[in-house]
């Protein structure tokens, strides 16, 4: 099985003479006067810059191009060249890309060399690297070989072999396990749709669906349950034989890409790895699918709720204006009337009094009633949680069945946020005893001390912070490519402890093999970057630096220790 490694852009990249920059071509056509003058004397003079242009490349990149016209016309140019109109016949190309090779001692492609890269290759599969980095690892590799760069089509090759190799050790140990019964449950995808003769169950999983639309959300639910019942059923098979994500990917993109009735003439063994390759590949994928829409619908419902807030608050913007103007008049008339009251010297004390305290029983319920008015009215502007609840059901018609079908990772997501999924996973009514560690005490307040439990609210609340914590790593998936925990990532730590060497090597940071003596001349620049820059504070040559009285006993301190410490 073959699959290609390079994109049609990307071949073009490997397989064409780029353009090159001015500096690049002084580099690269630069040849010696002796050289020069012995091609001249042996070949038509009309065909000396197609050789230069080749040397150069060559020089470049270890490969043989096509003419370059950018090219050819500086070398042409530099060297005061004519360059014939003519093809140059295949025989004469091959005789300049001899010589080129012997002038460079450039190695022969042999057994030997071909071995050395294909043990490369099988190192790289074998640590589960991209195949299309071991492919541009192993052009690198064949230039510190001194050999010319092996066509795309033998790397190809050497690349397919090598996952081929990783791909015997597995079927090997499946092959004990091709009659569990358990395996039976792949038969389904090699079955012909009843409405099509033609179609295969398989292709009904290949395309992912990206609306958010409810309709279409429960389409994908159900293909991710689907998956995800058989993978549960074979996971041990699959861990046991040693598919991991990354052969999972590999081999599944051969399923999605070629016929099913391809893989219904290959051999047993074969097929169902290759479909237990496509069950793990396809609850990875559906996973993350789903979870990527999930966000993308709590963060519409985000932006509508605050637009629909916006507009009513704007809406009710007058109205607000206008309990305004008429509290601030009720109020500044009885301030007035009282400060007559005050000032009538026809008036004793006990008139004032009586006077002030008839004008306060008259205007005091009004007062009270323009106030009222005005809590209420601030209350509903305030309220925002009235517009994300509204949006609850449309939620819960989309998220609740995702939030119950997808494996959040336990171990290493916050625990408040995994009580909440728990609970509403497992409880049908859900009360004012639901888990609210997660709600920050704005929205505690808000579901819990207005009188009565919001329930539509707090589950609005609830795919809020799910989504929130998927976005930022605090709540993981078990099974997914893009939201896994972090360290999930990385290379296991008794892996790295074993061949740490060997996995410097394949990503080119064999500096990093004596990492004290890699890091020193590192430090030694930064120490003494520090100690230049606490000097120029110091002396006050650092014009962009700047203390405030707050901080300045703290920034005197710090220099004088940075001082100290250089």
């Known amino acids: 099985m073959n699959i290609e490694i390079l994109t049609q852009q990307e071949l073009k990249i490997f397989n064409v003479a780029k353009l090159l920059n001015y500096k690049e071509k002084e580099y690269c056509f630069e040849i010696k006067d002796d050289l020069l003058q012995k091609l001249k004397e042996n070949y038509k003079i009309e065909n000396i810059a197609i050789f230069i242009h080749l040397f150069g490349y060559f020089k470049l990149t270890h490969k043989f191009f096509n003419i370059n016209d950018d090219s050819l016309k500086y070398i042409s140019k530099r060297y005061d060249l004519v360059t014939s ?259 009538d010297e026809q008036l004793s004390a006990n008139e004032k009094i009586t006077q002030i305290e008839n004008l306060i029983e008259k205007n005091e319920p009004i007062i009270n009633n323009i106030l009222s008015e005005k809590k209420v009215f601030d209350t509903i502007i305030e309220n925002k949680y009235e517009f994300i609840e509204k949006k609850s059901i449309s939620l819960q018609g989309k998220l609740s069945g995702i939030i119950k079908a997808i494996e959040f990772d336990d171990t290493t997501s916050k625990q408040n946020i995994i009580s909440a999924i728990k609970y509403f996973r497992e409880t049908s009514n859900i009360t004012h005893n639901a888990p609210k560690e997660f709600l920050s005490d704005e929205e505690k307040k808000a579901v819990y001390d207005s009188g009565k439990f919001r329930i539509f609210l707090y589950k609005a609340l609830l795919f809020f912070h799910i989504s929130d914590a998927i976005k930022n790593g605090t709540l993981n998936l078990k099974y997914s490519l893009k939201y896994r925990n972090f360290e999930d990532y990385l290379i296991d730590k008794d892996e790295w402890n074993k061949n740490k060497y060997k996995l410097l090597k394949a990503h080119e940071l064999d500096d990093l093999k004596d990492y004290e003596e890699f890091i020193k001349p590192v430090k030694e620049k930064l120490e003494q970057s520090f100690k230049q820059t606490n000097e120029n504070i110091k002396k006050g040559f650092d014009t962009y630096f700047r203390v405030s009285l707050n901080n300045l006993v703290k920034l005197d301190m710090n220099i004088n220790i940075n001082l100290n410490y250089f």
Do not use: C
Not at 93 to 103: A, F, G, S, V
Not at 135 to 164: C, G, H, M, Q, R
Not at 307 to 314: G, I, L, N, P, T
């Open 85 to 343: 109109s003519k093809k140059i016949p295949e025989r004469t190309i091959r005789t300049y890309k001899r010589l080129i090779r012997e002038y460079f001692k450039i190695n022969s492609y042999t057994d030997d060399i071909k071995l050395t890269i294909q043990k490369e290759a099988n190192n790289l599969a074998n640590n589960f690297i991209h195949r299309k980095k071991i492919f541009y690892i192993l052009v690198n590799i064949s230039t510190k070989l001194n050999i010319e760069v092996p066509s795309y089509t033998e790397l190809t090759k050497i690349i397919n072999i090598a996952i081929n190799t990783q791909k015997k050790d597995i079927l090997k140990r499946l092959e004990p396990l091709v009659k569990d019964e358990k395996l039976k449950l792949l038969d389904e995808f090699l079955e012909k749709e009843k409405e099509s003769k033609n179609r295969y169950k398989v292709a009904y999983f290949r395309k992912l669906e990206h609306s958010t639309a409810k309709n279409q959300m429960t389409l994908s639910l159900g293909k991710l349950n689907n998956i995800k019942s058989k993978f549960n059923m074979l996971k041990k098979i699959i861990d046991t034989i040693g598919i991991t994500a990354n052969i999972a990917q590999y081999y599944a993109k051969w399923v999605e890409k070629g016929q099913t009735s391809q893989l219904n003439q290959t051999n047993i063994l074969n097929q169902k790895f290759t479909l237990l390759s496509f069950v793990y590949y396809q609850y990875l994928i559906r996973n993350d699918n789903l979870i990527d829409r999930f966000i993308a619908t709590v963060q519409s419902s985000k932006n509508s709720s605050f637009r629909a807030q916006k507009d009513f608050v704007f809406e009710l913007e007058p109205r607000k204006n206008q309990i305004l103007k008429s509290l601030e008049k009720a109020t500044v008339s009885t301030i007035q009337d009282i400060k007559l009251f005050i000032k």
